[in-house]
């Protein structure tokens, strides 16, 4: 075949295929959606882009079917046009979680907790849906999991809905590829910000400190502080040594008290003023940018985090804790007890701006292999529950979810920056340096 040929139409067992996205919106979000589609409209295989994620499917019941225009798109052609790099999602996004009750494998034999999982399987049925694609986070990943092992349970000869599962998340703490589509637009959406922060930082004398994005690893706060310029960045992999302690709590889900990882909060507001003294000190600037990744407000000391909500996941409403306004309040008072001088630190969130932002172009073009990779792991490779993953010059690789998720506890494990990597050293390289 010439290299200037399309590939073959494919025989393929999916007549119609339905196409989700689940969880917080990223840049190219559309890009992944629209080269999925148009792979399988090529082909002449149905496309239905499921909206709003789960949450229609999870309200199905025979009596009320789902509506088009409502809890589903017919996607064709027409609405495809130029929306590669277009903002937003083209079928919207929840977070609605039909997986909620299964923590356990035998949990999917219990009708009870299994319930929301058959629905959603009967209204994608109710469809005449062939096959699933799921667009989402880790959380995401953990329900197509659980939809595929659901559907193990069902009889012998019972219809099967192949599922492939497609990694999103801006916070690219993903295990199985390398960098997730969105992140690279975030972080320079991000580091623009920082950029002009640090303009105003240095007019005014002051210091801003930015609450970053990134629940529960560093990539997003690091890639920010490193393009953006910032004068220090801290995430949750740093809370090690002298910034790490421990402290007797009680386990919101099983009620029983354990012992808990905090961070040691004296210490780190100690580093910070360390890093605003030595850049006045030994470089003359009395102004500059922090950067804090959110996910260190699950390391808080329980004062702090007492009585915060969780949402479906388990995770804490971060959004109720004010990270930001806590240490710029506690830098503030460290700064002034440890030189007698008063400085300005205004705290400022960072990342919900950045999640619909126009995707730059290595988004579009990872988030394009990722849409096409559904196509190919579905009619070309006939895979069911695997997530499909982009290396190197945009290969493409398809990991199998028992892979990516333990297959006695269903957890996911989350890829942090790894302490001393080159990418976590670039960092210190970088800002401002302070002698431990």
């Given at each position: 075949?010439?290299?200037?040929?399309?590939?073959?139409?494919?025989?393929?067992?999916?007549?119609?295929?339905?196409?989700?996205?689940?969880?917080?919106p990223a840049p190219a979000a559309n890009a992944v959606i629209s080269t999925a589609s148009?792979?399988?409209?090529?082909?002449?295989?149905?496309?239905?882009?499921?909206?709003?994620?789960?949450?229609?499917?999870?309200?199905?019941?025979?009596?009320?079917?789902?509506?088009?225009?409502?809890?589903?798109?017919?996607?064709?052609?027409?609405?495809?046009?130029?929306?590669?790099?277009?903002?937003?999602?083209?079928?919207?996004?929840?977070?609605?979680?039909?997986?909620?009750?299964?923590?356990?494998?035998?949990?999917?034999?219990?009708?009870?907790?299994?319930?929301?999982?058959?629905?959603?399987?009967?209204?994608?049925?109710?469809?005449?849906?062939?096959?699933?694609?799921?667009?989402?986070?880790?959380?995401?990943?953990?329900?197509?999991?659980?939809?595929?092992?659901?559907?193990?349970?069902?009889?012998?000869?019972?219809?099967?809905?192949?599922?492939?599962?497609?990694?999103?998340?801006?916070?690219?703490?993903?295990?199985?590829?390398?960098?997730?589509?969105?992140?690279?637009?975030?972080?320079?959406?991000?580091?623009?910000?920082?950029?002009?922060?640090?303009?105003?930082?240095?007019?005014?004398?002051?210091?801003?400190?930015?609450?970053?994005?990134?629940?529960?690893?560093?990539?997003?706060?690091?890639?920010?502080?490193?393009?953006?310029?910032?004068?220090?960045?801290?995430?949750?992999?740093?809370?090690?040594?002298?910034?790490?302690?421990?402290?007797?709590?009680?386990?919101?889900?099983?009620?029983?008290?354990?012992?808990?990882?905090?961070?040691?909060?004296?210490?780190?507001?100690?580093?910070?003023?360390?890093?605003?003294?030595?850049?006045?000190?030994?470089?003359?600037?009395?102004?500059?940018?922090?950067?804090?990744?959110?996910?260190?407000?699950?390391?808080?000391?329980?004062?702090?985090?007492?009585?915060?909500?969780?949402?479906?996941?388990?995770?804490?409403?971060?959004?109720?804790?004010?990270?930001?306004?806590?240490?710029?309040?506690?830098?503030?008072?460290?700064?002034?007890?440890?030189?007698?001088?008063?400085?300005?630190?205004?705290?400022?969130?960072?990342?919900?701006?950045?999640?619909?932002?126009?995707?730059?172009?290595?988004?579009?073009?990872?988030?394009?292999?990722?849409?096409?990779?559904?196509?190919?792991?579905?009619?070309?490779?006939?895979?069911?529950?695997?997530?499909?993953?982009?290396?190197?010059?945009?290969?493409?690789?398809?990991?199998?979810?028992?892979?990516?998720?333990?297959?006695?506890?269903?957890?996911?494990?989350?890829?942090?920056?790894?302490?001393?990597?080159?990418?976590?050293?670039?960092?210190?390289?970088?800002?401002?340096?302070?002698?431990?």
């Amino acid at each position: 075949m010439s290299t200037l040929s399309r590939p073959p139409l494919l025989e393929s067992n999916i007549r119609r295929v339905a196409i989700l996205f689940a969880g917080g919106p990223a840049p190219a979000a559309n890009a992944v959606i629209s080269t999925a589609s148009v792979s399988f409209l090529r082909n002449n295989i149905d496309v239905l882009g499921i909206q709003h994620g789960y949450s229609h499917l999870m309200e199905y019941t025979p009596e009320k079917p789902l509506v088009e225009g409502k809890g589903y798109v017919r996607i064709t052609h027409q609405m495809l046009k130029r929306s590669r790099n277009s903002q937003g999602i083209l079928i919207g996004t929840a977070r609605a979680n039909p997986g909620k009750a299964i923590s356990d494998p035998a949990h999917l034999r219990d009708p009870e907790r299994s319930a929301p999982l058959k629905t959603v399987y009967d209204a994608l049925r109710s469809l005449e849906v062939d096959a699933l694609i799921s667009i989402g986070g880790d959380d995401t990943l953990k329900t197509a999991n659980k939809f595929k092992m659901y559907q193990d349970t069902l009889p012998p000869g019972s219809h099967r809905i192949p599922v492939v599962h497609l990694p999103k998340t801006i916070d690219n703490d993903y295990m199985g590829i390398d960098f997730t589509f969105g992140y690279f637009t975030a972080v320079e959406f991000l580091a623009s910000e920082v950029r002009n922060l640090l303009a105003d930082a240095e007019a005014n004398r002051a210091y801003f400190l930015c609450e970053c994005m990134g629940r529960s690893a560093g990539w997003l706060a690091y890639g920010t502080a490193i393009s953006g310029e910032a004068s220090l960045v801290i995430s949750v992999e740093d809370i090690t040594g002298k910034y790490e302690t421990s402290e007797e709590s009680l386990n919101p889900k099983t009620g029983r008290k354990e012992i808990r990882r905090v961070m040691d909060l004296r210490e780190v507001v100690k580093r910070i003023v360390a890093t605003m003294r030595a850049r006045e000190e030994a470089e003359g600037k009395e102004f500059g940018v922090i950067i804090l990744a959110e996910g260190l407000a699950e390391l808080l000391p329980s004062q702090h985090i007492e009585g915060v909500p969780r949402d479906e996941h388990g995770h804490i409403a971060i959004s109720q804790i004010s990270l930001g306004k806590l240490f710029s309040e506690l830098v503030t008072k460290e700064y002034n007890a440890q030189t007698g001088r008063k400085r300005k630190v205004t705290s400022v969130p960072l990342g919900y701006e950045s999640r619909c932002a126009r995707p730059q172009a290595f988004d579009v073009m990872l988030g394009s292999q990722l849409g096409v990779g559904a196509y190919r792991a579905l009619v070309e490779k006939r895979h069911d529950g695997v997530m499909v993953s982009v290396s190197g010059q945009l290969e493409l690789d398809y990991v199998p979810f028992n892979r990516l998720v333990d297959p006695a506890t269903l957890v996911t494990v989350v890829r942090y920056i790894e302490p001393g990597s080159d990418f976590h050293r670039l960092a210190r390289f970088l800002e401002t340096y302070v002698n431990e």
